[in-house]
Protein backbone atom coordinates (compact mmCIF):
# COMPACT_ATOMS: atom_id res chain seq x y z
CA UNK A 1 0.00 0.00 0.00
CA UNK A 2 1.29 3.14 -0.97
CA UNK A 3 -0.91 5.22 1.79
CA UNK A 4 -1.74 8.89 0.86
CA UNK A 5 0.41 10.08 -1.88
CA UNK A 6 0.60 14.05 -3.36
CA UNK A 7 1.66 15.41 -6.33
CA UNK A 8 3.30 17.66 -7.14
CA UNK A 9 6.09 17.21 -4.43
CA UNK A 10 7.28 20.90 -5.14
CA UNK A 11 6.18 24.03 -7.19
CA UNK A 12 6.39 27.47 -7.73
CA UNK A 13 3.49 29.51 -9.32
CA UNK A 14 4.01 33.36 -9.81
CA UNK A 15 1.32 35.70 -8.39
CA UNK A 16 -2.44 35.01 -9.67
CA UNK A 17 -1.17 31.68 -11.41
CA UNK A 18 -4.01 28.85 -11.03
CA UNK A 19 -2.66 25.17 -9.66
CA UNK A 20 -4.65 21.73 -8.57
CA UNK A 21 -2.68 19.91 -5.94
CA UNK A 22 -3.27 16.36 -6.40
CA UNK A 23 -3.95 13.71 -3.14
CA UNK A 24 -5.14 10.17 -3.80
CA UNK A 25 -5.25 7.39 -0.85
CA UNK A 26 -5.25 3.42 -1.19
CA UNK A 27 -6.87 2.56 2.50
CA UNK A 28 -10.72 2.72 1.59
CA UNK A 29 -10.61 6.05 3.76
CA UNK A 30 -13.68 7.29 3.72
CA UNK A 31 -12.54 10.79 5.38
CA UNK A 32 -10.11 13.32 3.36
CA UNK A 33 -8.66 16.40 4.64
CA UNK A 34 -6.22 19.46 3.55
CA UNK A 35 -3.72 21.53 5.94
CA UNK A 36 -1.68 23.87 5.37
CA UNK A 37 1.85 24.01 7.62
CA UNK A 38 3.51 27.69 8.53
CA UNK A 39 6.38 27.64 10.78
CA UNK A 40 5.23 27.84 14.20
CA UNK A 41 1.38 27.72 13.73
CA UNK A 42 0.88 23.73 13.40
CA UNK A 43 -1.08 22.43 11.10
CA UNK A 44 -4.15 24.71 10.06
CA UNK A 45 -7.47 22.96 8.29
CA UNK A 46 -8.35 24.30 4.65
CA UNK A 47 -10.76 22.05 3.74
CA UNK A 48 -12.33 18.47 4.74
CA UNK A 49 -14.63 15.95 3.23
CA UNK A 50 -15.89 14.08 5.77
CA UNK A 51 -16.97 11.22 3.22
CA UNK A 52 -17.81 10.70 -0.58
CA UNK A 53 -19.56 13.17 -2.07
CA UNK A 54 -19.72 15.88 0.74
CA UNK A 55 -17.02 19.00 1.69
CA UNK A 56 -16.83 21.55 4.36
CA UNK A 57 -14.69 24.30 4.88
CA UNK A 58 -12.43 24.02 7.82
CA UNK A 59 -10.54 27.24 9.47
CA UNK A 60 -8.77 28.91 6.43
CA UNK A 61 -10.48 28.17 3.29
CA UNK A 62 -10.03 31.45 1.67
CA UNK A 63 -8.55 31.33 -1.56
CA UNK A 64 -9.15 27.76 -1.99
CA UNK A 65 -11.49 25.41 -3.49
CA UNK A 66 -11.83 21.24 -3.40
CA UNK A 67 -12.66 17.90 -5.41
CA UNK A 68 -13.78 15.06 -3.62
CA UNK A 69 -13.47 13.12 -7.42
CA UNK A 70 -14.34 9.91 -5.48
CA UNK A 71 -14.01 7.98 -2.70
CA UNK A 72 -9.41 7.81 -3.16
CA UNK A 73 -9.00 11.39 -4.63
CA UNK A 74 -8.86 14.46 -2.87
CA UNK A 75 -7.79 17.77 -4.46
CA UNK A 76 -7.46 21.47 -3.45
CA UNK A 77 -7.21 24.29 -6.25
CA UNK A 78 -5.80 27.70 -5.73
CA UNK A 79 -7.44 29.48 -8.61
CA UNK A 80 -5.34 32.93 -8.28
CA UNK A 81 -2.22 32.54 -6.18
CA UNK A 82 -1.16 34.83 -3.54
CA UNK A 83 2.39 35.03 -1.97
CA UNK A 84 0.46 34.71 1.46
CA UNK A 85 -0.34 30.95 0.19
CA UNK A 86 3.17 30.36 0.05
CA UNK A 87 3.47 27.11 2.60
CA UNK A 88 3.75 23.41 3.04
CA UNK A 89 0.34 21.47 1.74
CA UNK A 90 -0.23 17.85 3.21
CA UNK A 91 -3.30 15.57 2.68
CA UNK A 92 -4.70 13.09 5.20
CA UNK A 93 -7.55 10.68 5.02
CA UNK A 94 -8.86 8.96 8.05
CA UNK A 95 -11.12 5.64 8.22
CA UNK A 96 -14.33 8.17 8.74
CA UNK A 97 -17.02 9.14 10.98
CA UNK A 98 -17.16 7.25 14.45
CA UNK A 99 -14.74 5.01 13.07
CA UNK A 100 -11.20 5.77 13.70
CA UNK A 101 -9.89 9.34 14.10
CA UNK A 102 -6.29 9.04 13.59
CA UNK A 103 -5.68 10.49 10.42
CA UNK A 104 -2.95 9.12 8.26
CA UNK A 105 -0.42 11.79 6.12
CA UNK A 106 0.72 12.53 2.58
CA UNK A 107 4.35 13.82 2.31
CA UNK A 108 3.26 17.26 1.29
CA UNK A 109 3.77 19.63 -1.63
CA UNK A 110 6.13 22.71 -0.83
CA UNK A 111 4.39 25.43 -2.45
CA UNK A 112 6.01 29.10 -3.15
CA UNK A 113 4.12 31.98 -4.94
CA UNK A 114 6.38 34.76 -6.12
CA UNK B 1 -13.59 25.47 21.41
CA UNK B 2 -11.14 22.96 21.60
CA UNK B 3 -7.03 23.83 21.62
CA UNK B 4 -3.91 22.56 22.09
CA UNK B 5 -0.70 24.05 23.52
CA UNK B 6 2.75 23.20 23.05
CA UNK B 7 4.69 25.71 25.40
CA UNK B 8 7.99 24.29 24.53
CA UNK B 9 9.08 25.67 20.33
CA UNK B 10 12.39 24.39 21.08
CA UNK B 11 14.45 21.61 22.83
CA UNK B 12 17.60 20.17 22.74
CA UNK B 13 18.54 17.24 24.43
CA UNK B 14 22.16 15.11 24.67
CA UNK B 15 21.59 11.87 22.77
CA UNK B 16 21.12 9.44 25.63
CA UNK B 17 19.57 11.67 27.84
CA UNK B 18 15.69 11.10 28.64
CA UNK B 19 13.11 13.44 26.85
CA UNK B 20 9.61 14.97 28.08
CA UNK B 21 7.34 16.69 25.42
CA UNK B 22 4.77 19.35 27.27
CA UNK B 23 1.04 19.17 25.56
CA UNK B 24 -1.86 21.03 27.03
CA UNK B 25 -5.66 20.49 26.15
CA UNK B 26 -8.74 22.88 26.55
CA UNK B 27 -11.55 20.40 26.42
CA UNK B 28 -14.86 19.28 28.05
CA UNK B 29 -15.37 15.71 28.21
CA UNK B 30 -12.49 12.92 27.83
CA UNK B 31 -10.35 14.09 24.78
CA UNK B 32 -8.97 11.74 21.97
CA UNK B 33 -5.14 12.60 21.68
CA UNK B 34 -2.62 12.19 19.72
CA UNK B 35 1.03 12.79 19.37
CA UNK B 36 2.49 12.56 15.18
CA UNK B 37 6.19 13.08 14.35
CA UNK B 38 7.57 14.67 11.38
CA UNK B 39 10.65 14.39 10.36
CA UNK B 40 12.32 17.07 7.86
CA UNK B 41 10.94 16.79 4.37
CA UNK B 42 8.28 14.37 5.43
CA UNK B 43 5.00 14.28 6.31
CA UNK B 44 3.39 13.59 9.68
CA UNK B 45 3.63 10.27 11.35
CA UNK B 46 0.94 8.99 14.23
CA UNK B 47 3.56 7.63 17.13
CA UNK B 48 0.73 7.04 19.73
CA UNK B 49 -2.94 7.83 20.31
CA UNK B 50 -5.45 7.84 23.53
CA UNK B 51 -8.85 7.43 23.41
CA UNK B 52 -9.84 5.88 26.70
CA UNK B 53 -8.52 3.34 29.77
CA UNK B 54 -4.98 3.26 30.96
CA UNK B 55 -3.51 6.62 31.16
CA UNK B 56 -0.11 5.55 29.72
CA UNK B 57 0.38 4.44 26.67
CA UNK B 58 2.88 3.14 24.57
CA UNK B 59 3.80 3.90 20.73
CA UNK B 60 6.08 3.22 18.04
CA UNK B 61 10.38 4.13 18.39
CA UNK B 62 10.43 3.63 22.27
CA UNK B 63 8.03 6.56 23.19
CA UNK B 64 5.61 6.63 25.33
CA UNK B 65 2.57 9.71 26.82
CA UNK B 66 0.31 10.05 30.01
CA UNK B 67 -2.72 11.13 30.26
CA UNK B 68 -3.68 13.29 32.96
CA UNK B 69 -6.83 14.47 33.45
CA UNK B 70 -6.10 16.63 36.19
CA UNK B 71 -3.77 18.94 34.37
CA UNK B 72 -5.32 18.28 30.98
CA UNK B 73 -2.23 16.91 29.79
CA UNK B 74 -1.10 14.74 27.82
CA UNK B 75 2.92 14.74 27.97
CA UNK B 76 5.61 12.33 25.28
CA UNK B 77 8.60 10.79 26.80
CA UNK B 78 11.07 8.70 25.90
CA UNK B 79 13.75 7.26 28.31
CA UNK B 80 16.62 7.93 26.36
CA UNK B 81 16.40 9.57 23.10
CA UNK B 82 18.61 8.45 19.78
CA UNK B 83 19.61 11.13 17.28
CA UNK B 84 17.01 10.31 14.76
CA UNK B 85 14.52 11.44 17.27
CA UNK B 86 15.47 14.85 16.05
CA UNK B 87 12.35 16.28 14.23
CA UNK B 88 9.06 18.20 14.72
CA UNK B 89 6.77 16.61 17.59
CA UNK B 90 2.70 17.90 17.13
CA UNK B 91 0.20 16.96 19.81
CA UNK B 92 -3.31 16.78 18.66
CA UNK B 93 -6.75 16.50 20.03
CA UNK B 94 -10.15 15.65 17.98
CA UNK B 95 -12.98 18.44 17.89
CA UNK B 96 -15.94 17.22 20.15
CA UNK B 97 -17.72 17.16 17.53
CA UNK B 98 -16.98 15.38 13.97
CA UNK B 99 -13.83 13.80 13.43
CA UNK B 100 -11.34 17.05 12.81
CA UNK B 101 -8.41 17.08 14.68
CA UNK B 102 -7.08 20.49 16.39
CA UNK B 103 -2.94 20.43 16.07
CA UNK B 104 -0.55 22.31 18.05
CA UNK B 105 2.13 24.68 16.73
CA UNK B 106 4.98 21.85 17.47
CA UNK B 107 7.96 21.73 19.57
CA UNK B 108 11.53 21.00 17.59
CA UNK B 109 13.61 18.58 18.88
CA UNK B 110 17.29 19.18 18.36
CA UNK B 111 19.59 16.09 19.52
CA UNK B 112 23.38 17.01 20.08
CA UNK B 113 25.96 14.28 20.27
Known amino acids: NAGVTQTPKFQVLKTGQSMTLQCAQDMNHNSMYWYRQDPGMGLRLIYYSASEGTTDKGEVPNGYNVSRLNKREFSLRLESAAPSQTSVYFCASSEGPRINYEQYFGPGTRLTVT | AQSVTQPDIHITVSEGASLELRCNYS ?29 LVQGIKGFEAEFKRSQSSFNLRKPSVHWSDAAEYFCAVKREYGNKLVFGAGTILRVKS
Request: proline share 7%.
Open chain 2, 27 to 55: YGATPYLFWYVQSPGQGLQLLLKYFSGDT
